[in-house]
């Protein structure tokens, strides 16, 4: 039986193999990748903000997860950008320099990843799961110690489910925001209480 591939790697292939020889527009890329768009946003996103970046970054590359899971809570079917990024033009050489660099995280991501579940994609679970990505959006942006990498990893990780159409993933991913937003509420507490014990 041949192996099915994952859905990034056809993304990736759709997107270095355009038939227009000198190469597309954000928004061409944008409309080829359809439904996945939110998926690559996230996927993107929280793949960089996983990153040993300097501290406080993630207050900066935290706020497109916030564009992103504003549009999938208000129900779009795909990614909206202005015109004047959908309107870029990006040479094929450097969306196929692209793939080439993503694939080797694709292929490995194949072996685990398969189309299920995807109730979790239609109607009012696609958008609770918008809002709780917003949620965790907002975690992390937020100056708190120790909360950063949680949230990151988990819009990573819905972010392959919602590339592969895998509702087992997008379900592990969410449970890791829940962690997360959970984990954030503890330490705000934490040094509220010890803020406030401090002054009394």
């Not at 309107?87 to 094929?92: E, P, T, V």
């Not at 685990?112 to 994609?121: K, P, Q």
Request: net charge positive; hydrophobic share 50%.
């Amino acid at each position: 039986m041949k192996k099915r591939r994952s859905g990034a790697i056809r993304g990736l292939a759709q997107v270095g193999t355009r038939k227009k020889p000198e190469g597309s527009s954000f928004g061409e890329v944008l409309e080829s990748l359809g439904d996945r768009s939110f998926g690559w946003g996230f996927m993107i996103v929280g793949f960089m903000n996983m990153l040993p970046l300097p501290p406080g970054t993630n207050m900066i590359l935290g706020l497109p997860i916030l564009f992103i899971a504003t549009q999938m809570a208000l129900g779009r079917q795909a990614l909206w950008f202005p015109d004047f990024i959908t309107r870029r033009f990006i040479a094929r050489s450097r969306w196929r320099a692209g793939a080439l660099t993503a694939l080797p995280i694709a292929r490995p991501l194949s072996r685990f990843t398969r189309t299920r579940y995807t109730s979790l994609f239609q109607g009012r679970a696609e958008t609770v799961l918008g809002v709780l990505m917003l949620v965790t959006g907002v975690v992390l942006c937020l100056p708190i110690p120790l909360t950063g990498w949680l949230p990151a990893i988990s819009c990573f990780v819905v972010g392959i489910g919602l590339v592969e159409h895998d509702g087992a993933i997008v379900a592990l991913g969410a449970t890791v925001a829940i962690v997360a937003i959970a984990i954030a509420v503890a330490m705000a507490a934490a040094i509220y209480l010890g803020i406030s014990y401090a002054s009394s």
